[in-house]
Nanobody, 119 residues
Framework: QVRLADSGGGLVQAGGSLRLSCVAS????????MDWYRQTPGKQREFVAS???????NYADSVKGRFTIFRGNAGNTAFLQMNSLKPEDTGVYYC?????????????WGQGTQVTVSS
């Protein structure tokens, strides 16, 4: 079993920054990718960014150049640095961890952290 604790959300004005954190614990040896998704009311959960065990990264087009995902030194932590935030970035952000190529439903989810960007 893997447990994910995500945190770091809050209220920020447009143009501001936030850093989200995700700490994985438990049986994490099988985790090969950690990523972030976000969800707003009435919409499906959407992909934001991912980072593999080898630190290969991928981003949604809507956040490229503004968000950066990186891993902590211990390897069980993933961060999402969010700069130049826009009101449309508002939502609940969820950390996810799993195996590369596996359906996300087979992975693990954090409890979510609220990000609100005011205009």
């Amino acid at each position: 079993q893997v447990r994910l604790a995500d945190s770091g959300g809050g209220l920020v004005q447009a143009g501001g920054s936030l850093r989200l954190s995700c700490v994985a614990s438990g049986f994490i040896s099988g985790i090969t990718v950690m990523d972030w998704y976000r969800q707003t009311p009435g919409k499906q959960r959407e992909f934001v960014a991912s980072i593999t065990r080898d630190s290969n990264t991928n981003y949604a087009d809507s956040v490229k150049g503004r968000f950066t995902i990186f891993r902590g030194n211990a390897g069980n932590t993933a961060f999402l640095q969010m700069n130049s935030l826009k009101p449309e970035d508002t939502g609940v952000y969820y950390c996810h961890a799993g195996r590369i190529g596996a359906p996300k439903e087979y992975g693990y989810w954090g409890q979510g952290t609220q990000v609100t960007v005011s205009s």
